[in-house]
């Protein structure tokens, strides 16, 4: 079982910048694929990011590249979305899974068994 604690959202005028931490449980975790995705009220889940497991390689989905950046410490078991240049279209409730089994698309929200709570973003203009 794998636990997840997001943290570090809040309010934040457009061309701002918030960093986003995930804290994870898990004997494991430098082998966990990690995501980010987030919803908006009223839209279906979107992936943002996403960091493999043990190489450490990264994805974004195109209207956050150059913008946000993702890393993680497995020391600590953390993962961090660095978001920068921010707009109001990415105020939502952002989400930190995991998974792993590393099988499947990982811009595949149905491939991460594991979610914590989330933690809300709202960008003002």
């Known amino acids: 079982q794998v636990q997840l604690v997001e943290s570090g959202g809040g309010l934040v005028q457009a061309g701002g910048s918030l960093r986003l931490s995930c804290a994870a449980s898990?004997?494991?975790?430098?082998?966990?694929?990690m995501g980010w995705f987030r919803q908006a009220p009223g839209k279906e889940r979107e992936f943002v990011g996403a960091?493999?497991?043990?190489?450490?390689?990264?994805y974004y989905t195109e209207s956050v590249k150059g913008r946000f950046t993702i890393s993680r410490d497995n020391a600590k078991k953390t993962v961090s979305l660095q978001m920068n240049s921010l707009k109001p279209e990415d105020t939502a409730r952002y989400y930190c899974?995991?998974?792993?089994?590393?099988?499947?698309?990982?811009?595949?929200?149905?491939?991460?068994?594991?979610w914590g709570q989330g933690t809300q973003v709202t960008v003002s203009s």
């Open positions: 898990g004997r494991t975790f430098s082998t966990y694929d």
């Open positions: 899974p995991a998974r792993t089994i590393l099988y499947g698309d990982l811009r595949n929200e149905y491939s991460y068994p594991y």
């Open positions: 960091i493999r497991g043990s190489s450490d390689i990264t």
